[in-house]
């Protein structure tokens, strides 16, 4: 079956502008997490989202947000962007949560390069 | 302040040896620990884990060790294969935090034939 789909898979924003990050987990995942990967902090929670409700939220900024649809696809926003928000912007997508907790299926990525 | 560790940026090893990679934390308030390998452009891919009422798990060539009391945690991979060549990161939840994962930083496993 299908992985996790995320779009756009590269993209260049300027400071000041927002950005929206798209993720299609996989079919029958309801669970979709985001993580930001950059080479000084390493992987990062962002939030959980499961059944259109966010269930955790990591220690980001405002500016940082999503929302799940109710077919489980999920998207996040990133506003105001800073330089520091260049990123590897990872979506995982899995069965709901309590069922092997943790077992994550990632997605390729969003490259965001904020100029 | 980092919770999960991973002291050893990198690691070189020839093919047909074993490879340990080492995890250390600090909360203990994680009861579940998983290992994941990453290639180059690409996501990610989940390995082994290991529940915190076990003090080791195996899956074929892959097992993870668990040692509570010292807070630390090691993947063997036996035998290591040019394959196995990625960075490989381990993570560890809460089991009432759904699937936030605290990841460290990462070991870039090198196998060389």
């Known amino acids: 079956k299908a992985g996790v789909t995320q779009t756009p898979r590269y993209l260049i924003k300027t400071r000041g502008q927002q950005v929206t990050l798209s993720c299609s987990p996989i079919?029958?995942?309801?669970?979709v997490s985001w993580y930001q990967q950059t080479p000084g902090q390493g992987l990062q929670f962002l939030f959980e989202?499961?059944?259109?409700?966010?269930?955790n939220k990591g220690n980001f900024p405002g500016r940082f947000s999503g929302r799940q649809f109710s077919n489980s696809r999920s998207e996040m926003n990133v506003s105001t962007l800073e330089l520091g928000d260049s990123a590897l912007y990872l979506c995982?997508?899995?069965?709901?949560?309590?069922?092997?907790?943790?077992?994550?299926?990632f997605g390729e990525g969003s490259r965001l390069t904020v100029l | 302040d980092q919770q999960v560790k991973q002291n050893s940026p990198s690691l070189s090893v020839q093919e047909g040896r074993i490879s340990i990679l080492n995890c250390d934390y600090t909360?203990?308030?994680?009861?579940?620990f998983l290992w994941y390998k990453k290639y180059p452009a690409e996501g990610p891919t989940f390995l082994i884990s290991?529940?915190?009422?076990?003090d080791k798990n195996e899956d074929g060539r892959f097992t993870v060790f668990l040692n509570k009391s010292a807070k630390h945690l090691s993947l063997h991979i036996v035998p290591s294969q040019p394959g196995d060549s990625a960075v490989y990161f381990c993570?560890?939840?809460?089991?009432?935090?759904?699937?936030?994962?605290?990841f460290g930083g990462g070991t870039r496993l090198m196998v060389k034939p």
């Open positions: 995982a997508s899995s069965l709901p949560p309590g069922w092997d907790a943790g077992e994550l299926f």
């Open positions: 079919s029958g995942h309801r669970s």
């Open positions: 989202y499961f059944s259109e409700t966010q269930r």
């Open positions: 909360n203990s308030m994680f009861d579940y």
């Open positions: 290991i529940s915190s009422i076990k």
């Open positions: 993570a560890a939840s809460v089991g009432n935090a759904g699937n936030m994962l605290t």
